[in-house]
Each structure stands twice: as C-alpha cells, then as structure tokens.
C-alpha cells in the first residue's frame, strides 16, 4: 500500500474516532439533562415546603420519562402523615384522575398488614410462632412433597423460610369469573421445595397458608377479622382485602412495562397481595408502626410485638439481600448509613407497584403507589431525595440508581465498539476487501460461530419482546430497551462478518 493511501487511511480513523466520540459525548449529555431533576436533590436542612415543592417540580418530569400514568404519595413525619398527593392518572382512557383516597391495589405491602394480625393472635396466646402451622390448620390437608410438613412453623411463614414455593404469580381472575377456593388454590401450590427453615425463600404461597390459619383459629374470614382487629383500629378506613365494585374512588387500572392497559384482578387468596387501600391508609398503617411514636388510639399490637416484627430472622434474603440487609416478619430490613434500622416492603404485580419505607426510631415514613410495572427507578430517584431531605443520605435502594448509570455507561461503550466494526465493514465493502461469500471455505468455524451467536441473540430477543413481564424490563425501563436495540444491531453486525468475509490478497489479487 503506497505512502498515499496509509496517509489516508489514518486520516479516515482518525475522523471516525473522533466521530463516534462526539456521538457518545452528545448521548452523555443529552441523558445528563434529561437527568437534572433526577439527579438534584434538596438538603437536609431544607423545609417541608421546599421539599415538597420539589416534588411537585421532579415527580412529573420522573413520570413522563418512564411513561407512568398515575402516582400517589405520602410523607410521615414523628408517626404521623404530613402529607400526602396524587398525580397523573388512575385511569388514562376514561381521563381518571388518581386522587390520595383512591383504592390502590398494593399488592405485597398485604404481607406485612398479614404480619400484624398473625402477630396480633400470639398477643392473645391463640397461637405461638414456634409451633407447627399443621397444629392450628385442622380441616385441610398439607399435598404430599418429598419434605415433612410437620416441620412448618408460623414464623418460618412470615420469615420466608418455610420451604414454601413462590406460587403462581400469574393466576389471576376478573371479578366476574368464577374463582377457586383458598383451600383449592393451596392443595395445588402449597408443596414444599426445600426443607423448611434452611434458607430464604420468598413466598406468597406461605403467607397464604398464614390466611387459612387465621381463618381456622378465628372461626371468621380472614378479611373480617383482619378488618376488625387490625385495618379499623388503625383508623385504616379506605382499606379492604374483598373486591367490590362499591371501593369508590374505583381502584386504577394497571399499564405494563410496554404500557399496556391491565384491568382490575383479583386473586384467589387474600394474604399476600390481596389489600386495596388509599396512600392515606397505608401511610396510616407505617405510622402506627413507629414505636418511638406509639398512638394509643392506633394500638393493634404492644410496641414490643411491632419490634419482633422488625427483629431480623434471615441475614440473606436473596436476591432481595442487593438492597436489604436481612429479612424480619413481613418486613425488609437495613441499617441506614447513621446506624438507624428501617423496614421496608413493597410489590408489584399485573401493572402496579408499590412501596413503603420507614424509621421506626425516627418516625420518618414514604409510601408510594403507582399504576405502572416501570416504577422502580422512579422509587429508587424518589427514595433519594427523601433519604437525603431526611438525613440518612441514602437507602438501599438507591443502588437501583448505580445500576442504571452502570448499564448506560455499558451501553455508550457497546455502541461505541459497535460504531467501529460498522466503520471497518463498510470501509471493506467500498474497498472491495469484502464482498458476500456466505459459503466461503476459509475461517468456516469463526463465521458459523458468528452466524449462530447471531441467530441465538435474534431468538432470544424476539423471545424478550413477546413476554408480558421482564424482570430487567421492569427494573431498567428505559435502558433495557436500549440494551435490546443494541444487541439487536450486535446480531446484525455478526451477520455482515460471517456472510462478508475480509480477504484483501485474495480478492485484489
């Protein structure tokens, strides 16, 4: 090659490199703006209406870049809630506004209301957590697994412990259809996987169980009595674990990671996801869980109790152990960065999520509901700014923050490497060093790798596309479809190089 045209050639790199940096540093930039919002927050020492104004300047920029339709929220202070607003809607066909009394479904927060009424029959000697569940549950029968049920115990239920599978997730009912009883619907799930009390397991079909319990040791439906002994006291009044068309204002409808449209469900059981309740209310329920704060017009359970359920039970919850320190009784647990302990829970489910976290010592508490399964870096952003405004710095989970700046950092890289390999191809075609030799002999091994690699990655994303639900989806909304896009393009680049093989000597020859 002549002096001419290596000169040439590396004026050529020198303008792709400088190229494709000017096209990540413009990304770069243009997702820092778009983050200014996000990434602002007020000081600690800033007053509740600074705060709050600045949620009212954050919350819908947050909610129209993550495509979330409605958002309630509330703030507790010393125990009690200080406020609390809605955004958006609860309905975007009908131009349903979402409102702080409107009937949520808050799915797995239901976990921890469960916690307090299971908690409230050991406070009247009903029951014991350390005995067997089968002692309690007298008309119903444990399907036969390859572990001994005998072993159950009420605590091992409301620590995840129990071996108990997960349960199906996805069966859900509209309201009109037939649905099958508590006991049918545990006769099919209620089958151990593990031996209980090993290790952490999340399970909704545990905290089932934990509703037939209290329905057998009551002789009352679990929704009466956990109305009467724990929703009412708690002055809990837009709450309830039974459907009806009369919960007026009407429960949201639910949009999913693609945005789309799910109705009102229900499911068969009622424990561990089955409560409807306003912002309010669930606020209402974190702060009467303040046991530096305890209202005597609110006592449910000794504040001695409220602690056992905040006593930690399992020091590895999982994967849920990436924000959490450990797992109590129906609660999260972390230690905050000022040595303060604060419990947590949160769900989600077909197109709604949920969340609450608190300081029991300090009384401070946020809840969060929305209608939409794109939530969770809008609750990671949220839950910073109040961790700081607060003086705890951060929360666990903020680290949903890192993540996604991490995957975005992944994904500039990604494109910047991929930018190169369509620079190198199309400078082979022009020069004709590559032409279509699909067939080609030569390098047979690294081009069918690259062709299979290829198809694999295709497959596997047309596979991602007609799912309903994605957990990386849900986590990294927006990412995670640039993440597809650009293993999209990946695949197509390993097609070009397999089926336009580089062979200069050969082809100029």
Same mark, same amino acid.
């Given at each position: 090659?002549?002096?001419?045209?290596?000169?040439?050639?590396?004026?050529?790199?020198?303008?792709?490199?400088?190229?494709?940096?000017?096209?990540?540093?413009?990304?770069?930039?243009?997702?820092?703006?778009?983050?200014?919002?996000?990434?602002?927050?007020?000081? =600690?020492?800033?007053?509740?209406?600074? &705060?709050?104004?600045?949620?009212?300047?954050?919350?819908?920029?947050?909610?129209?870049?993550?495509?979330?339709?409605?958002? %309630?929220?509330?703030?507790?202070?010393?125990?009690?809630?200080?406020?609390? =607003?809605?955004?958006?809607?609860?309905?975007?066909?009908?131009?349903?506004?979402?409102?702080?009394?409107?009937?949520?479904?808050?799915? %797995?927060?239901?976990?921890?209301?469960?916690?307090?009424?299971?908690?409230?029959?050991?406070?009247?000697?009903?029951?014991?957590?350390?005995?067997?569940?089968?002692?309690?549950?007298?008309?119903?029968?444990?399907?036969?697994?390859?572990?001994?049920?005998?072993?159950?115990?009420?605590?091992?239920?409301?620590?995840?412990?129990?071996?108990?599978?997960?349960?199906?997730?996805?069966?859900?009912?509209?309201?009109?259809?037939?649905?099958?009883?508590?006991?049918?619907?545990?006769?099919?799930?209620?089958?151990?996987?593990?031996?209980?009390?090993?290790?952490?397991?999340? %399970?909704?079909?545990?905290? @089932?169980?934990?509703?037939?319990?209290?329905?057998?040791?009551?002789?009352?439906?679990?929704?009466?009595?956990?109305?009467?002994?724990?929703?009412?006291?708690?002055?809990?009044?837009?709450?309830?674990?039974?459907?009806?068309?009369?919960?007026?204002?009407?429960?949201?409808?639910?949009?999913?990671?693609?945005?789309?449209?799910?109705?009102?469900?229900?499911?068969?059981?009622?424990?561990?996801?089955?409560? &409807?309740?306003?912002?309010?209310?669930?606020?209402?329920?974190?702060?009467?869980?303040?046991? @530096?704060? &305890?209202?005597?017009?609110?006592?449910?359970?000794?504040?001695? @109790?409220?602690?056992?359920? *905040?006593?930690?039970?399992?020091?590895?919850?999982?994967?849920?152990?990436?924000?959490?320190?450990?797992?109590?009784?129906?609660?999260?647990?972390?230690?905050?960065?000022?040595?303060?302990?604060?419990?947590? @829970?949160?769900?989600?489910?077909?197109?709604?999520? %949920? *969340?609450?976290?608190?300081?029991?010592?300090?009384?401070?508490?946020?809840?969060?509901?929305?209608?939409?399964?794109?939530?969770?870096?809008?609750?990671?952003?949220?839950?910073? =700014?109040?961790?700081?405004?607060?003086?705890?710095?951060?929360?666990?989970?903020?680290?949903?923050?890192?993540?996604?700046?991490?995957?975005?950092?992944?994904?500039?890289?990604?494109?910047?490497?991929?930018?190169?390999?369509?620079?190198?191809?199309?400078?082979?075609?022009?020069?004709?060093?590559?032409?279509?030799?699909?067939?080609?002999?030569?390098?047979?091994?690294?081009?069918?790798?690259?062709?299979?690699?290829?198809?694999?990655?295709?497959?596997?994303?047309?596979?991602?596309?007609?799912?309903?639900?994605?957990?990386?989806?849900?986590?990294?909304?927006?990412?995670?479809?640039?993440?597809?896009?650009?293993?999209?393009?990946?695949?197509?680049?390993?097609?070009?190089?397999?089926? &336009?093989?580089?062979?200069?000597?050969?082809?100029?020859?």
């Amino acid at each position: 090659m002549s002096v001419k045209k290596v000169g040439v050639s590396k004026l050529i790199d020198k303008l792709w490199l400088r190229l494709s940096l000017s096209l990540i540093i413009s990304f770069v930039l243009v997702l820092s703006v778009s983050n200014v919002h996000k990434i602002t927050k007020v000081k =600690k020492d800033a007053s509740f209406q600074e &705060f709050t104004t600045h949620l009212d300047e954050c919350i819908p920029v947050l909610m129209k870049d993550y495509n979330i339709p409605g958002v %309630s929220i509330a703030l507790i202070q010393k125990g009690e809630t200080i406020w609390a =607003k809605a955004y958006g809607y609860a309905n975007l066909e009908q131009g349903r506004k979402m409102t702080a009394d409107t009937y949520c479904r808050v799915e %797995s927060i239901s976990k921890s209301v469960t916690a307090w009424a299971v908690m409230k029959l050991v406070e009247q000697r009903k029951i014991d957590l350390d005995q067997p569940v089968k002692q309690y549950i007298k008309n119903w029968e444990f399907p036969e697994s390859q572990f001994s049920e005998e072993k159950v115990t009420v605590r091992q239920l409301l620590a995840n412990t129990s071996g108990m599978p997960l349960g199906d997730i996805f069966e859900r009912y509209s309201p009109k259809d037939e649905i099958p009883s508590l006991k049918e619907s545990l006769t099919k799930q209620a089958v151990l996987i593990q031996e209980p009390g090993v290790s952490f397991l999340y %399970s909704n079909t545990g905290y @089932n169980l934990l509703e037939l319990l209290i329905e057998e040791v009551t002789g009352r439906e679990f929704a009466e009595y956990i109305t009467e002994e724990v929703l009412l006291p708690m002055g809990m009044d837009n709450s309830s674990f039974t459907w009806s068309e009369e919960l007026k204002p009407a429960v949201p409808i639910g949009y999913n990671s693609k945005g789309n449209p799910i109705p009102v469900y229900i499911y068969p059981e009622k424990a561990s996801g089955g409560l &409807f309740a306003s912002v309010e209310d669930i606020a209402a329920f974190v702060g009467a869980g303040m046991t @530096n704060y &305890f209202h005597s017009e609110q006592r449910v359970l000794t504040p001695e @109790n409220i602690n056992k359920l *905040y006593s930690p039970m399992v020091e590895n919850p999982g994967i849920y152990g990436l924000v959490f320190d450990s797992y109590g009784l129906g609660y999260y647990i972390e230690t905050l960065a000022n040595g303060k302990k604060s419990v947590a @829970n949160g769900g989600q489910g077909g197109g709604v999520m %949920s *969340y609450f976290q608190a300081v029991p010592e300090t009384g401070d508490g946020i809840v969060i509901l929305t209608n939409s399964q794109r939530s969770w870096p809008f609750f990671a952003y949220i839950l910073d =700014k109040w961790a700081a405004w607060s003086g705890f710095e951060s929360v666990g989970m903020s680290k949903i923050i890192w993540v996604q700046n991490a995957l975005w950092l992944l994904i500039g890289l990604f494109w910047f490497s991929m930018l190169r390999q369509v620079w190198g191809i199309g400078q082979g075609l022009i020069s004709g060093k590559r032409r279509f030799l699909p067939l080609w002999k030569d390098f047979g091994l690294l081009r069918l790798v690259q062709s299979g690699l290829s198809v694999i990655l295709a497959a596997g994303l047309l596979w991602c596309i007609s799912q309903d639900y994605l957990f990386i989806s849900s986590v990294f909304p927006i990412a995670a479809g640039w993440l597809g896009i650009s293993l999209f393009i990946f695949a197509l680049i390993l097609l070009l190089l397999a089926w &336009f093989p580089y062979d200069g000597p050969k082809l100029l020859s």
